[in-house]
């Protein structure tokens, strides 16, 4: 950015708040944020005069006001696609760990209760010929179906929109048009959907009681796509059988029962730490902007919520 433009950078790693935000980027033609900056109607109408484009560095726009943003006339953009193997390896990751117990063993032993082998210690469920149920069937979503298959899970889903014909097919992939029948049927679900007003608190208690106690929860998407209170009554009181979470709710505070909890996996909004992908959005944010400036559309624009989709189905 330093070649191209006259730049501004927050160096410190830690995020602005809305009005920090404000009073850094008034002034700026570009803003760059990312998923912990909260650029609100507040934040655009006092930069609306000069700022022509919010170029995140992230594929999730939930933090950014889009609506706001389109009525002042400024573009926003994303990267896409280049999150979606790496998320999808976490997310498998977490889905194979998590029903083998894999987090459980490892504690146990650095906490020196490892006495030797025994026929029934830790034991935890084969993941060949289970269900996974998955939330979400886009690019994330449909790259997790893909590494499901290839490890013998049979293969639902729940989305917005059934999946293309050849694309269920290639996946041998199920629809569900309600995300009740697909909790009822999925030992384990794997959220892969995007934060919207209708995807908020989807998986709340009736959700969680429908997966049943021995379905497992995989969060890889947003903490807000679930009550965090709803979910550590349901692990604490064995209606379902545990959680693997990356994401949270009030990030990056985890609900305090969830920290007490063995049947539950907390990683820290790692799945899509890799070095690669942090220098394809990077490559992503600089094409955007370049299009913007150069007067073209850009590869990744990003319309207000509401303006091309449907909705998903509540459990109840």
Known sequence: MHD?????????????TPQELAHAARGAQILVPTVTDTIDASVIGACKDTLTHIANFGAGTNHIDVTAAKSHGITVTNTPGVLTEDTADFAMTLILALPRRLVEGDRLLRAGRFSGWTPTALLGHRVR???????????IGQAVARRAHAFGLNVHYHNRRPASAPVESELDATYHDTLHSLLEISDIVSLNCPLTEATHHLIDADALK?????GYLVNTSRGEVIDEGALAAALESGTIAGAALDVYEDEPRVHPRLLTLPNVILAPHMGSATRQSRLEMGEKVLINIRA?????NPPDRVLPPGASFGTFQKAS
Do not use: C, K, Y
């Open 210 to 214: 429908a997966l049943g106690p021995e």
């Open 292 to 296: 913007v400036l150069d007067g073209h």
């Open 4 to 16: 191209f433009f006259d730049t501004t950078i927050n160096l410190t790693g830690s995020p602005l």
């Open 129 to 139: 010929g289970m269900s996974l149920g998955i939330v979400g069937m886009g690019r």
